[in-house]
């Protein structure tokens, strides 16, 4: 790895999928440019934001093909992709229309490069993120979009001090793999970092009563509980994200850029019924991916509050392979999906799986 001078500083926001404009109105800041300025403002030094203006104010008409701007869209990223000076590609949002422009996508710059080069996201972004983290220098990162922070807390005030504590906080996924000195260390709150004040948001959607903060999440493991099987404390590798997302590109040329072998699958969904996930289960059994997985992690599903997990648990038994010599593991977590807070899923990178009894954690090695 080169020295931390010579790394790439450039920080590039993307918005592919649903455009940002209802959720600046959200959170308040009065205009793009706010927006922006605000993003600027709490990313530290010396990481540079660049994006493409004409995707800030990009309109979505679901009667007219949802968006008319593939080419640009498959423009701006591909531009990010192959630029070495690119540190890091952060999706605005999820949503849709994404999926259609990945085929026109070149994600060959991506075994050229010597540098690692992330890519946070999820939902929309699950078929992205999961191709970046196939590549050696690809780090595809299964976190909240940070424009979701608008829609997940409840006051304005702190959705935009919990939008600048995410920008404050993203360089400590890069830095703490390199070498030399790290910028940003556990005990700095990425508020204090950016200067905004560490937000705190109780009652419903806010955390669970309790105090939640990003740079924490980024550090902490994710909890699980096991539900079916004997899984063993190892170091493991998970695909997977939004089931409906992912089992749209389980067939074409990209699909091989996600193998199932040996991994751990995890899925989540937002607003499908029952019958809807057991359609989309039923796609990855006929692709064949349930014999070669080494376990499934069942996080959050639900539907207009609802909470469909249990559902999907039930499920899940008619899809798995009935001839092993022991049982498929299966894990549940509440915190991973689209829900609030939620904790970082590294894709395709190893982590440390501890199961004790019929509890289990998920972190970074």
């Known amino acids: 790895m080169r020295g931390r001078k010579h790394l790439p500083t450039r ?15 959200r959170f308040g800041f009065g205009g793009t440019d706010a927006y922006v300025a605000a993003i600027r403002a709490a990313l530290p030094a010396p990481y540079r934001l660049t994006f493409d203006p004409r995707l800030m104010h990009a309109v979505e008409d679901q009667n007219l093909g949802g968006r008319r701007d593939d080419a640009l869209r498959i423009r701006d990223l591909q531009s990010a992709i192959d630029d070495p000076q690119t540190r890091a590609i952060v999706a605005s949002s999820g949503g849709a229309y994404l999926s259609r422009i990945l085929p026109h996508v070149d ?4 075994a050229r490069r010597r540098a690692p080069l992330w890519l946070f996201g999820f939902s929309e972004l699950t078929n992205l993120v999961n191709v970046f983290g196939s590549y050696r220098c690809g780090r595809g990162v299964y976190w909240l979009c940070p424009n979701y922070l ?3 807390v409840r006051s304005r005030v702190q959705a935009r001090a919990a939008f600048a504590e995410f ?4 360089p400590q996924f890069w830095e703490r793999d390199e070498p030399g000195p ?6 700095s709150a990425a508020g204090h970092v950016s200067g905004a004040v560490p937000f705190r948001e109780r009652g419903k959607g806010g955390g669970q009563h309790a105090r939640e903060e990003l740079a924490a999440l980024v550090h902490e493991p994710i909890t699980l509980r096991v539900v079916r099987g004997r899984p063993q404390s190892a170091i493991v590798r998970v695909l997977g994200g939004c089931l409906s997302v992912l089992t749209a590109m389980l067939a074409g040329p990209l699909a091989k850029r996600l193998d199932p072998r040996g991994r751990w699958l995890l899925i989540e969904d937002i607003n499908e019924q029952p019958y809807r996930i057991d359609r989309h289960l039923a796609a990855l ?3 064949g991916w349930f014999g070669r997985l080494a376990g499934v992690i069942v996080a959050d599903f639900h539907t207009r509050g609802e909470n469909q997990s249990a559902a999907a648990l039930e499920l899940l038994p008619y899809h798995l392979p009935a001839g092993r010599p022991a049982p498929l593991p299966v894990l549940a977590t509440t915190e991973v999906g689209h829900v609030w807070p939620m904790k970082p899923m590294a894709i395709n990178q190893p982590l440390r799986l501890v199961v004790r009894g019929r509890a289990a954690k998920l972190s970074q090695v």
């Open 11 to 25: 920080v590039h926001l993307i918005s592919p999928a649903n455009p940002v404009g209802k959720d600046v109105e």
């Open 107 to 110: 994600f060959s710059a991506l």
């Open 150 to 152: 608008a829609w997940r």
């Open 167 to 170: 920008w404050g906080t993203l």
């Open 182 to 187: 790290r910028r940003h260390d556990r005990g």
């Open 285 to 287: 059994k006929l692709a």
